[in-house]
């Protein structure tokens, strides 16, 4: 296993240990941390790995939110509920990316980010389903009280990074992750020595959609009422993009500091800026993208890092 | 609803969508660049007019000639200064800075005008006028006649302007232009700055029909993009038809289904169209 | 002879261009066949036609005795149809190595990364690359790129090869070195079909030369026929070199 990987997996146990220092706050802080890591991890094997870079988490997030939301409104436990929102969010992208991935570039940036608008609308007509604008209702389990609740979802959603994490690193290792790395690098190279592409990218779309719906779904578990501006927000899919470029396309072990650099730059700016906390997001990005296109990896020892950076 | 009315509603709608995707199919066809900030521009031109027809007095009309020069030197100067230092850069850092430009300007303008909805009523108001059966409102009429000449004004520009050919022909072939001697950067600069103006100005003409807000920057968006991939990258013509387009299919879906389907409507299309005919009716195959 | 290729009539059309017309042609195995002709005169389209790159439009592609009009390329790359791009197309960020065991590990489905990379070790010592393994194929020379293209298409077991302008940019040594592998690669029994303007690298290593001029074979033969063709020296060669190599047209 390389370094890169192994010192995720101590970053990732590390936050395990959450609980155990803070009180609601922190908890709170935390699995919001462990979902920005899932949807940036995951993001990072459809936009790092294979190069095409999907507007599309945001979709994949509401639509796996709705999922368990509407299972867990019906009683479902969510052990059950959590997983049929990942899969399903994995067949729907894997169906959807099999046509969308034809496209290149800015086309394919479009397209993706269209599915946040037909997967919101559709939520937002099938009222009879979802509540449409009104909103989902996901009923509390019995609980325990606030911070067992906290407790018990921060571990949810950490468990659900950690098998992102695993799922990602198995990629990498793969044949499925050395193919994405020659799309990436050359598609048309790619197809001449044998590689069927459509099939690849596919599964790489559907493995980028799944965990991101099962995120969609603990989230909507978590804050028990979801609507469909809340859930198909564009910012779902800036976020990631810019945690990702933060911490270094293509590692994860960057990407998921990344994430959590992002989360700590939000937190200070919202507490400290609230009126205008999403003009100050817009300076970052500016300036990020001005300054250190290459991520905070380029800025620590360059070869070493640029080694254990791709596949 | 009448046929005709339908008809008519789609033909002035449509011009009224061709001038708002105009200057952001400019900016993608030339520079490569997918401006998110356009929408942003868009609103921001409605308040001007709003401003300059609430505080002064002076009519939409002026506030036009006012807006072009004050939008082209925004959007040359952001295009100098920040853009194109990342021109370069793949597809994927290009959206996100405009994105995180967006966000500033957008949050700017909440933070200055507050987020609730403005109208401008034009004192006195122009009422409609009807033939036959068919309802126009004067206003709109007017404002898809200007929304015409703006798009006309940037055709002649394009046409008989140095500049313009010079425009065209970054469009047509980058590396070409820059051997037969074209400022690229400079050309890059005003083109953005041409496209930002043209979005100020479809702003004030769009303060007099719908309401003002920074949250509607994305639905204006929205439409500029399904406009631009429905009817073609970078050329007048292109834009007109795909406004047209657009506002015909939404008449009728709205007839059929109702007018709450208006948007998915469209962006199913643009998703069709993106796979069947990424080119758009009218464009030329190649732009990424 | 056995067949392994055949071409018929067909033809590719790319709106008002048509670039292949009522192509015949029929390759047996082990033959080195050299195609020639001017510029735009479709050859690379031919191989883009039998690689599925651009798929026919009319007529009919059989590899093997299997019809592969509409195969898609990766398909006929599994099939052992391989071959190199006029314009290197190298995957930029890897290392020389990890190019060619790309090749092998996707071009036959069941082979592991490790066992790939070792069998790329064997084609990169082969075009005389070894030392070069780790490097990344951007830094590469040209000359070294296109070894390197040859080593990938090699790592693909094909049954059948296209070299697409091997020689094009390469300095009279390299070509040397280039058409020594050639006919190593011929002796092992690959079927070659070469595109190639050097008229010397084609006289020394092919069997047989195939004409292409506006989408037309207008010739297909012996060497010695096919250069004392009028049509051709019309079309390609040129009066000059057929004076010069002692042709009388």
Not at chain 1, 39 to 48: K, Q
Not at chain 2, 30 to 58: R, T
Not at chain 2, 98 to 122: E, H, P, Q, V, W
Not at chain 3, 173 to 196: F, K, N, P, S, W
């Amino acid at each position: 296993m390389s370094r890169s990987n192994l010192f995720l997996l101590v970053l990732i146990a590390g936050v395990a240990a959450l609980p155990l220092f803070g009180e609601a706050y922190a908890l709170r802080l935390g699995t919001i941390a462990c979902m920005y890591a899932i949807l940036a991890l995951s993001w990072n094997v459809v936009g790092g790995l294979a190069g095409y870079p999907s507007f599309a988490t945001a979709a994949f997030f509401g639509l796996g939110a709705y999922i368990a939301g509407v299972l867990l409104a019906r009683g479902m436990p969510l052990a059950g509920a959590i997983p049929i929102a990942g899969i399903d969010s994995f067949l729907v992208a894997a169906l959807l990316g099999a046509a969308l991935l034809r496209l290149r570039g800015h086309y394919f940036a479009i397209a993706s980010l269209s599915l946040i608008e037909v997967f919101r609308e559709l939520v937002n007509n099938a009222t009879d389903l979802t509540g449409g604008g009104m909103g989902l209702n996901i009923p509390l389990a019995a609980s325990a009280g606030v911070m067992a609740d906290a407790t018990f979802f921060f571990y949810v959603m950490w468990g659900l990074l950690l098998a992102t994490a695993v799922m990602v690193m198995a990629v990498s290792l793969s044949k499925l992750g050395f193919g994405l790395s020659c799309i990436r690098q050359n598609e048309t190279a790619a197809n001449m020595v044998g590689l069927n592409t459509t099939l690849y990218k596919s599964i790489a779309f559907g493995l980028s959609a799944c965990f991101v719906g099962g995120a969609g779904g603990v989230y909507a578990a978590w804050v028990h009422y979801i609507d469909p501006s809340d859930v198909f927000d564009i910012l779902y899919s800036v976020k990631p993009i810019v945690m990702a470029l933060i911490g270094g396309l293509g590692s994860p072990l960057g990407v998921t500091i990344g994430a959590f650099v992002y989360l700590g730059l939000e937190e200070v700016v919202w507490r400290n800026y609230i009126q205008i906390h999403s003009g100050v997001l817009g300076v970052i990005i500016v300036l990020l993208l001005l300054f250190l296109p290459h991520g905070l990896m380029s800025v620590r020892v360059r070869q070493w890092w640029r080694r254990t950076k791709n596949v | 609803m009448l046929a005709a009315q339908i008809l008519i509603n789609a033909l002035v709608l449509g011009c009224l969508y061709a001038c708002i995707a105009i200057g952001f199919s400019l900016v993608w066809g030339v520079l490569n660049v997918i401006n998110l900030i356009h929408g942003s521009f868009i609103v921001l031109g409605a308040y001007l007019a709003w401003s300059l027809y609430q505080g002064f007095h002076i009519s939409p009309w002026y506030a036009l000639v006012i807006a072009a020069p004050l939008f082209f030197v925004l959007g040359y100067v952001i295009q100098r200064v920040i853009l194109n230092r990342v021109i370069t850069a793949p597809v994927l850092v290009t959206l996100t800075m405009t994105f995180g430009l967006d966000l500033i300007l957008n949050n700017a303008m909440i933070y200055y005008f507050k987020a609730d909805y403005r109208k401008l009523s034009l004192t006195p108001p122009m009422g409609s006028v009807s033939i036959f059966d068919v309802v126009v409102p004067i206003d709109r009429l007017v404002a898809t006649v200007a929304a015409l000449a703006l798009t006309g004004v940037l055709y002649l520009i394009l046409r008989r302007l140095r500049v313009g050919r010079a425009i065209v022909a970054v469009r047509l072939d980058r590396d070409a232009a820059v051997l037969m001697g074209v400022d690229v950067n400079s050309i890059y600069a005003i083109a953005f700055g041409l496209g930002a103006a043209l979005a100020g100005c479809a702003g004030v003409l769009m303060a007099l029909i719908f309401p003002i807000s920074p949250l509607t920057s994305t639905a204006y968006l929205g439409k500029a993009f399904v406009v631009c991939v429905l009817g073609g990258l970078g050329s007048v013509s292109g834009a007109l038809a795909g406004g047209l387009l657009l506002a015909l299919i939404e008449g009728v879906g709205s007839a059929m289904f109702g007018p709450a389907h208006a948007t998915t409507l469209s962006f199913a299309l643009l998703i069709v169209f993106l796979i069947l005919r990424p080119q758009g009716l009218l464009g030329r195959k190649g732009f990424e | 002879m056995s067949e392994i290729l055949r071409l018929q009539s067909a033809s590719r059309r790319f709106g008002g261009l048509q670039a292949l017309r009522d192509v015949s042609l029929t390759v047996n195995k082990g033959e080195v066949i050299g195609l020639i002709g001017p510029n735009g005169a479709g050859k690379t389209t031919l191989v883009n036609v039998v690689t599925g790159v651009t798929p026919a439009t009319g007529g009919s592609v059989t590899f093997d005795g299997q019809d592969i009009t509409r195969v898609k390329t990766y398909q006929s790359a599994r099939l052992g149809l391989s071959r190199t791009f006029q314009i290197v197309q190298p995957f930029a960020e890897f290392s020389a190595l990890d190019n060619v065991a790309a090749a092998a590990l996707f071009s036959k489905p069941g082979e592991g990364l490790k066992a790939a990379r070792e069998e790329a070790r064997r084609h990169l010592a082969f075009v005389g690359l070894e030392a070069q393994a780790h490097q990344e194929a951007a830094t590469l020379t040209l000359a070294m790129r296109k070894r390197l293209e040859l080593a990938k298409a090699l790592a693909m077991r094909p049954k059948l090869l296209f070299l697409d302008e091997v020689n094009a940019g390469l300095n009279s040594a390299e070509v040397e070195r280039a058409t020594e592998l050639i006919h190593q690669l011929a002796a092992d029994g690959i079927t070659i079909v070469m595109i190639e303007h050097l008229m010397k690298v084609v006289l020394n290593v092919c069997s047989r030369i195939v004409v292409l001029h506006n989408g037309q074979l207008i010739a297909d033969g012996q060497p010695r026929e096919v250069m004392t063709n009028p049509a051709v020296i019309e079309a390609y060669l040129g009066q000059q070199y057929a004076q010069r190599a002692g042709i009388h047209g």
